[in-house]
Nanobody, 124 residues
Framework: QVQLTESGGGLAQAGGSLRLSCAAS????????KGWFRQGPGKEREFVAA????????YYEDSVKGRFTISRDNAKNTVYLQMNSLKPEDTAVYYC?????????????????WGQGTQVTVSS
């Protein structure tokens, strides 16, 4: 089994920054991918970003391109989401996810493991 634990959420002002972390524990996989999703108030959960194990493949949802950066440290089994130029519409619960086989797309059911989520609130 795999446990994913997010941290780093909180309150930020518009234009500010936050850095989310997601540490994975338990079983490891040689080709896993990691990603971030979010669910805003009254909205469905949506894809934010994903990264392959090597870091050579990275994908972002259009609204966060140029503002968010996903990265990972395989030695620490941790994935990060650096969020800059935050907007009120970025307010959401942010979830990290892991896929054993390296899927990096936006389809939720393809991802194997999920964290519990961390709240990010951006004030205007």
């Amino acid at each position: 089994q795999v446990q994913l634990t997010e941290s780093g959420g909180g309150l930020a002002q518009a234009g500010g920054s936050l850095r989310l972390s997601c540490a994975a524990s338990g079983r490891t996989f040689s080709s896993d991918s990691k990603g971030w999703f979010r669910q805003g108030p009254g909205k469905e959960r949506e894809f934010v970003a994903a990264i392959s194990r090597s870091g050579g493949s990275i994908y972002y949802e259009d609204s966060v391109k140029g503002r968010f950066t996903i990265s990972r440290d395989n030695a620490k089994n941790t994935v990060y989401l650096q969020m800059n130029s935050l907007k009120p519409e970025d307010t959401a619960v942010y979830y990290c996810a892991l896929d054993r086989m390296g899927y990096t797309g936006p389809t939720e059911r393809e991802w194997d493991y999920w964290g519990q989520g961390t709240q990010v609130t951006v004030s205007s």
